[in-house]
């Protein structure tokens, strides 16, 4: 008899022990599944919203691409002329991009102020009361550095700098003062255009729409969100 109450006690021991493990188990899953449903919202939420990313940085790339066609006229290996009215051309299929359904819309704080230094260089220089041409260079950049700081322009030579350093996290905590000064310093490089020689018209604008390029380039490398 006392074997079998052992046994007995054995077997009970071992059925409670099973027991408590299946019921770990069950409280285990329940509260995962319980848990889950509370945070199923939020999971959600990260994944439409990733999935919602995606597609914007789709449609960027296709706006960025159309924005970056309209520049073709002051590339720097063309023969096309540039003038005041191709200029004024310019700028108008500039407006027609920024006001199409995915133009203006897909522009990000900084590029925004890039694209609008460009267009209101071209405005100015496009009402010009004198006619006037420019002639392309190859080497544009450091002739437009000459004149920045031959007006003075530090803030507009500060945006260069720092974009020459190619920052890793874009958009970096600065660019967005930088490119708002960057804004104020180009549109003041019209106010004297009559005293810029032919070369020294197009390294201005090539500049400026060169310096919005790298914008829209980075945005795009960085997959800005």
């Keep these: 008899m006392e074997v079998v109450s052992i046994v ?3 077997l009970v021991t071992a059925v409670l022990a ?10 285990q899953d329940a509260a995962t599944e319980a848990f889950r449903r509370i945070n199923w919202p ?8 990733q999935v919602r990313g995606t597609e914007r940085q789709e449609l960027r790339f296709t706006s960025y691409g159309r924005l970056w066609e309209q ?7 063309d023969d096309s002329p540039i003038s005041r009215e191709t200029m004024k051309d310019m700028s108008t299929n500039l407006s027609d991009w920024y006001f199409s359904a995915n133009g203006g819309l897909m522009l990000t704080t900084h590029n925004r102020d890039l694209y609008f230094a460009l267009q209101d260089l071209l405005r100015r220089v496009a009402e ?6 420019a002639e392309r260079i190859r080497e544009p950049r450091e002739t437009f550095e000459a004149i920045l700081e ?31 000064a960057w804004r104020e ?10 005293e810029l020689n032919r070369s020294e018209r197009f390294a201005v604008l090539q500049q400026v729409s060169s310096v919005l390029r790298t914008g829209l380039a980075n945005d795009v490398e960085s997959r800005l969100r």
Excluded: F, Q
């Design 71 to 77: 520049m073709r006229p002051l590339a720097i290996y």
């Design 128 to 133: 010009s009361e004198a006619d006037w041409e």
């Design 185 to 194: 310093d180009v549109v003041s490089l019209a106010t004297d255009w009559a």
């Design 42 to 49: 939020a999971e959600l939420g990260r994944g439409l919203e």
């Design 150 to 180: 031959r007006r003075g322009l530090t803030r507009a030579r500060a945006l260069i700098v720092h974009l020459d350093k190619k920052p890793k996290n874009w958009p970096s905590d600065e660019v967005e003062e930088l490119a708002h």
């Design 18 to 27: 099973v027991g408590v493990v299946i019921w770990r188990s069950v409280a």
């Design 8 to 10: 007995t006690d054995i």
